[in-house]
């Protein structure tokens, strides 16, 4: 199914939320997990590159090194809170703007993967940026566990709670991140969403969502 076939139905006619009945009969199962870690990797090479971005635009701020080989020096408080602040806001505007008006990131695409709501429709804005801050969860963990084990001197064992969010997919009854669950997402396959009609949601600012002349979606009863 091509891109524009599933922006289509991704934007679809009406803006009203589904009905309960219909969040029960149009609800979708998530991709298989080997595929969306498979794009998460892929997810975790362009962050990298945005992080390289970030740092040179913080170049300036780190202080000129003293003459002399063999030295290097480590950014300063100021230029390390910048930086990261740096990431964390274009990191939320590029994926807030990826996943919501039925598109969708690089990554996703190669993989044919599409993020919605639990009932099929499409992620509006505030949806879009809890799954963000959400998925922060496990860094902060991890930064949290490091200070309280560096003491001791086994920061190093916090490390593995960077990828809590993911983790917790192995124990979810539907198999989602944690940070789908908190925000009522899921990551679906092409064929899965081929099978749904899906409707924007009440918090979609997208005037195609308004604008669309496609036909009124059909309810699908096999879903599950």
Known sequence: ???????RRLISSGSTAPSSGDVESRRIDAAPLARRFASLCYE???YAALVLVAGFLTVPLVPLAPSGPHVLLIPDLPAKVLSFALVFGLGALYYTWSWTGGRR????????LWLVRADGTVPGTRTALLRYFAAWIGPALA????VALRGMGVGIHALWLIGFNYLWAFGDPDRRFLHDRLAGTRIVGEASLGRAAVRPPPDSTDPKAVKSTDPPPVNSTNLN
């Not at 199914?1 to 922006?7: F, G, I, L, P, R």
């Not at 930064?143 to 490091?146: G, K, N, R, T, V």
């Open 105 to 112: 990131t690089l990554p996703m695409k190669t993989w044919r």
């Open 143 to 146: 930064l949290l566990a490091y």
């Open 1 to 7: 199914m091509s891109d524009t076939a599933v922006e």
């Open 44 to 46: 975790t090479l362009l």
